[in-house]
T-cell receptor, first 114, second 118 residues
């Protein structure tokens, strides 16, 4: 158990809808990362937060947004969903924004857009 | 900018064979950290090892071993006497030491899918 909690585990929704994915980092970790993994693909970095502030942005679509709250949990909002957004979305956390601390991953949220 | 390359997209071996997964990295920093992660068919991502740039000593953990060579910017992962349970996607990753320019500091390679056949 990595200590990172992601909810829900599975989500099935229709095109055009909006969903929110939630992540609780490990106790003590200040940095939260979001990754998208489409079928048989690698890990696509979406966005990183550190102690409530956006720290780095990857290939995140404008239809997607995220935030990290004062209690350090994070939410990833996906709107105007398309079939191609179907993927496994991972949250990861680490103690620091860079450096020696490994990322610890949650079990992911599998999003299916129909 | 930092980069991680895993040239082997897929590897298939027969059980009990040894297999090496290659990882080549690029970074401007002299201090950095390298990682390996395993993603089994169940989907979770499991942290396997971290190595810092000042420690070139090879590491062995059971059937797993890691060979870090700064001269070739490589951090290869060898599984000895592979087993079916080793079937997974393996990701190599690089983290730079300093959070300085608001770029992405933790970079993953594209992964290598290892299939161990009985």
């Amino acid at each position: 158990d990595s200590g990172v909690t992601q909810t829900p585990k599975h989500l099935i929704t229709a095109t055009g809808q909006r969903v929110t994915l939630r992540c609780s980092p490990r106790s003590g970790d200040l940095s939260v990362y979001w990754y998208q993994q489409s079928l048989d693909q690698g890990l696509q970095f979406l966005i990183q937060y550190y102690n409530g502030e956006e720290r780095a942005k990857g290939n995140i679509l404008e239809r997607f947004s995220a935030q990290q709250f004062p209690d350090l949990h994070s939410e990833l909002n996906l709107s105007s969903l398309e079939l191609g957004d179907s993927a496994l979305y991972f949250c990861a956390s680490s103690v620091v924004a860079a450096g020696s601390s490994p990322l610890h991953f949650g079990n992911g949220t599998r999003l299916t857009v129909t | 900018a930092q980069k991680v390359t895993q040239a082997q997209t897929e590897i298939s071996v027969v059980e009990k064979e040894d297999v090496t997964l290659d990882c080549v990295y690029e970074t401007r920093d002299t201090t950095y950290y390298l990682f390996w992660y395993k993603q089994p068919p169940s989907g979770e991502l499991v942290f396997l090892i971290r190595r810092n740039s000042f420690d070139e000593q090879n590491e062995i953990s059971g059937r797993y071993s890691w060979n870090f060579q700064k001269s070739t910017s490589s951090f290869n992962f060898t599984i000895t006497a592979s087993q079916v349970v080793d079937s997974a996607v393996y990701f190599c990753a690089l983290s730079e030491a300093y959070d300085r320019d608001y770029g992405q500091n933790f970079v993953f390679g594209p992964g290598t899918r290892l299939s161990v056949l009985p």
